[in-house]
């Protein structure tokens, strides 16, 4: 972000360069000083700044010099810059016309040369104007701004993918901002066609998918290599620990996400009971610490969807979203899990407009004020809860069995109880939507009958699907989508396997190819349990690798 300005008028050359080199001796770090030899001179810079929407801090102007004035100067500056502050250097004999001028030019200060020792007689003056002048600044925003209406799909998978990535953007609704009609009317760019992305060097996205939006953002998507000792499918904590010790124990290793690194443990507001955090930290902190962890350890992040994975030659080659493929000794698969979809009247249609699926971190700030209804009853439901709590007025959390006992941990019952905004409604069931263009009312099944209730944010944490579409039909499966391992293979597959030894522990019917994390087959839906079987099949990818 540019430095704001102070700037130095005097026609003495001498004079000037004494003004610029105390400023800059004392204020160099946090402003940029510019000078200027007369006062038309000076005008000329204050609007060639204002053009390129530069703030000045402060105009230190000498008072005689020809042509114009420090006076006259500082009385045509106010119009250009108002807030700046505003001194005049004086002669001693100038000193009732200083006066005079604090207002006619509205001047905050006026200061008699020479100012020699400038610890004394200059920067006392300076640093009260200046702390004055930035009680009333507000840096002007020079990175990414989305501008787009809060009930729109493609613009709520715009901002959530910019939040996960924990990439700072600012947000601007053009039914409700002035300057986002004016920002789209300066590029150009059809209100009718949103969300508009804006950067900071000038270029502009219009309707961006998630890839257009990581290339330009300066995210990884396409691969540097060919080939991977191993490459690993999902960045939530099983595949970020698999990247962590891939890495660390001298394996080439690639981890392919389409969304964020953390997966669904990411979108946690608060996770306390993750060993080693008595305070406990939220899961993108989790995310983020291991992410730049399995980075500094050598791994690779390639921001994709992988499409399918095959074997040929005891090789896997996976294929990314873009049609390009990657090829690796070991392929471990840890996509993890995405919510249910909630099967009543109006879900689909209102999906992104107000029925959103986990924590939705972008949605947070919208909901201030707002009433807010969450359904399920597991952690990620009442962390999500907690979390809405800061910022909604009301937070209603929809479950349908008698209590939360028997899905959440005791410590979060204990917040929500403590938390006064927060209603659990047991025996609950969401059976209908309604709105026009967007969520507006929800149908409910309770125990004293149906209800309809107004509201514009619904999130759902209800059950938990497995990302295994894409896998080949020779990757053994349960009926849910859940991949099977190990053991599991002979107990609950037909599946042949192919070799003379038994599968490794977390090796799936395909040999070579691994699984790890919430998408394994009667895993422990547990953050800790997932760092832990990512970890573990490093292990047994150096006992594939030593077989081959």
Not at 22 to 39: K, N, T
Not at 184 to 210: C, H, M, Y
Not at 330 to 335: F, L, R, S
Request: glycine share 10%; hydrophobic share 40%.
């Amino acid at each position: 972000m540019a430095k704001p300005i102070l700037l130095a008028i005097d026609d003495d050359t001498s004079v000037l360069e004494a003004v610029v080199q105390d400023l800059r001796r004392h204020y160099g770090q946090e402003y940029r000083i510019v000078r200027a030899a007369s006062g038309g001179a000076a005008l000329d810079i204050c609007r060639q700044l204002k053009e390129r929407k530069e703030s000045v801090a402060l105009l230190l102007s000498d008072q005689r010099m020809p042509g114009m004035t420090g006076v006259d100067f500082l009385q045509q500056a106010l119009t250009i810059y108002p807030d700046a502050k505003r001194v005049l250097l004086t002669a001693y004999a100038d000193t009732e016309a200083a006066i005079r001028a604090i207002n006619s030019a509205k001047i905050h200060y006026y200061l008699n040369k020479p100012w020699d020792p400038p610890e004394e007689k200059l920067y006392p003056v300076l640093d009260d104007l200046l702390e004055a002048w930035k009680q009333g600044y507000k840096a002007p925003f020079e990175g990414i701004r989305v501008i787009g209406v809060r009930w729109s799909a493609m613009g709520h998978t715009v901002r959530d993918f910019l939040s996960r990535n924990r990439i700072p953007y600012q947000w601007l609704n053009p039914e409700d901002n002035p300057e986002a009609l004016a920002l789209l009317k300066e590029k150009g760019a059809d209100d009718t066609k949103l969300p508009v992305v804006l950067f900071g060097d000038g270029t502009a996205l219009v309707q961006p998918s998630t890839t257009e939006l990581a290339s330009k953002v300066g995210l990884r998507t396409q691969a540097q290599e060919e080939f991977y000792d191993v490459v690993i499918v999902g960045a939530g904590p099983a595949g970020l620990a698999a990247g962590v010790y891939g890495a660390s124990e001298g394996l080439k290793t690639l981890i392919v996400e389409a969304a964020a690194p953390g997966g669904q443990a990411g979108s946690s507001s608060r996770i306390e009971n993750y060993l080693g955090f008595p305070d406990g930290l939220s899961g993108e902190e989790l995310g983020k610490r291991a992410f730049l962890q399995a980075n500094r350890l050598g791994a690779e992040f390639l921001t994709q969807s992988v499409t399918c994975v095959r074997t040929e030659n005891n090789y896997h080659i996976v294929t990314m979203g873009d049609g390009r493929n990657v090829t690796c000794n070991v392929c471990v698969i840890a996509t993890g899990v995405a919510y249910c979809k909630l099967d009543v009247p109006g879900a689909d249609q209102f999906s992104g407009t107000g029925v959103y699926y986990g924590a939705a971190q972008a949605e947070a700030m919208s909901c201030r004020g707002e009433t807010v209804y969450i359904v399920g009853g597991a952690n990620s439901a009442g962390q999500a809860a907690m979390n809405f709590a800061r910022y909604a007025a009301r937070v209603h959390m929809l479950i349908r069995g008698e209590s939360l006992e028997k899905s959440m941990s005791k410590y979060l019952i204990d917040q929500i109880a403590r938390t006064e905004n927060i209603t659990v409604e047991t025996g609950t069931e969401v059976v209908g939507m309604g709105g026009n263009g967007h969520l507006e009312c929800i149908q409910l099944s309770t125990p004293s009958g149906e209800q309809s209730r107004s509201t514009s944010s619904l999130f759902i944490f209800i059950g938990a699907a497995p990302k295994t579409d894409w896998l080949p039909q020779e990757l053994a499966r349960d009926s849910k989508g859940f991949v099977l391992a190990g053991p599991d293979l002979r107990a609950k597959s037909t599946a042949k396997w192919p070799l003379e030894r038994e599968p490794y522990l977390l090796e799936t019917s395909v040999p070579g190819i691994f699984v790890a994390g919430d998408v394994r087959y009667n895993s422990v839906k547990r953050c800790a349990s997932a760092v832990g079987e990512g970890s573990i099949a490093i292990q047994f990818v150096h006992q594939y690798l030593a077989s081959l």
